[in-house]
């Protein structure tokens, strides 16, 4: 009989991975059919904080949709974008750095691509608009960075080992959102001069909101499991990778409520 009372204990009080719904939603630039993918809490009453969810330069594929899924189970309604059109997905390094390269060597289209992501996220159920995110991985977190740089009405931004570039002088008064970036202290991809062109970039602008921490040991790549080139700069390292999904829980229940 205890056995059973504490088997039903359990049932009730986890609900929330049943709740758990997705849903694959297509959309486009122009001619360009992108693929996205949504993830919420179905138990959730009302309208809740939406997050997009920006994927690395492999393309959108099951690692972007595995962090939609986490934020839904933290409470929110996640939009995994489509960056590269729908089934673009590197099959080597060389690939993802041809998709990747399109969009760093041209600003304005990454933003789009993002800014149509974002678009998408307004439009799901339940989602409030006036509390939204970004976050992103690798190329992902360089593009959540420079969709805040539109002045996109983001509460908040998180770059897990992106891309760190400095804008042109004056471009990050236009940022709305808090910023947290989250960097791996020894990524050879993101050298040391460029995180200080940022920073002194971000000092320029008092009234801006930002954090950056850098992981000791942490490599670029350092939440993605898969990531095994140390003699290329990028490896997994699990206790980065915790840390910064800690750290990106408590900054976004603190900035969107």
Known sequence: MKRLAAAVAVLLAAPAFAALKTQVVEYKDGDVVLQGYAAWDDAA???R????????????????RKRAEMLAKLGYTAFALDMYGKGKYAKDHEEAGKLAGAFFSDRAAMRHRAMLGLDELKKLPHVDASKLAAIGYCF????????????????????????????????????????????GASDPVVPDEAITALKNELRAVPSLDWQLTSYSGAM??????????????????ATAERRSWTAMRDFLAEMLG
């Open 45 to 47: 009453k009302g309208s």
């Open 49 to 64: 904080p939406g997050v997009l969810v920006v994927h690395e330069w492999w393309g959108h594929g099951p690692y972007a």
């Open 140 to 183: 992902g977190g360089a593009s959540a960075l420079q969709l805040a740089r539109t002045g996109a009405d983001l509460t908040a931004v998180v770059s897990f080992h992106g891309g760190l570039q400095a804008g042109p002088e004056g471009e990050a008064a236009q940022i709305k959102a808090a910023l947290l970036i989250l960097s």
């Open 220 to 237: 670029h790549a350092f939440t993605l499991p898969d990531a095994n080139s140390p003699e290329h700069g990028a490896a997994y390292n």
